[in-house]
């Protein structure tokens, strides 16, 4: 079965959720688009909760958001338990961000990246597994005690 992945994009974002979207399909996995749909103006929180909550809740193992400097998106996604949602604008970042900080959100700066750029963020993201051993300890400690 096709791994889920949420993907959501205030209007700003909205026309690289698209092309990030259809790179989904054609790498096999199934894309849940929680919008929006168009280039009209709508507020980033609603998009970032869509996705990130589903990720918090366990019921996805990683999303995907995209608005203009990916900033107002990583706010809003990384107040979710266990979410760790990174902006990223090179394949070198996402990288990272995966072998170092276990991202399991990626957020997309639509406004700073090209379409293809974006594309190879993403699979760089996909690809990129957690290394674990000493970043297992600093990414348990980013988890605040209630
Ligand atoms: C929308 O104009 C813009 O503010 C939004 O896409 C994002 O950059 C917010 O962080």
Partial sequence: MAEKIPIGADHAG???KERLKAELEALGFEPVDVGTHSTESVDYPDYAKAVASQVGEGAVTRGVLTCGTGLGMSYAANRFAGVRAAVAWTPEIAELARRHNDANVLILPARFVKEEQGV???RRWLESP????????RVAKIEVDE
Avoid: D, N, V
Avoid at 130 to 137: A, L, M, P, T
């Fill in 120 to 122: 190879e963020i993403l």
């Fill in 14 to 16: 909205f026309a690289l």
């Fill in 130 to 137: 957690f290394e674990g051993g000493r970043h297992e300890r």
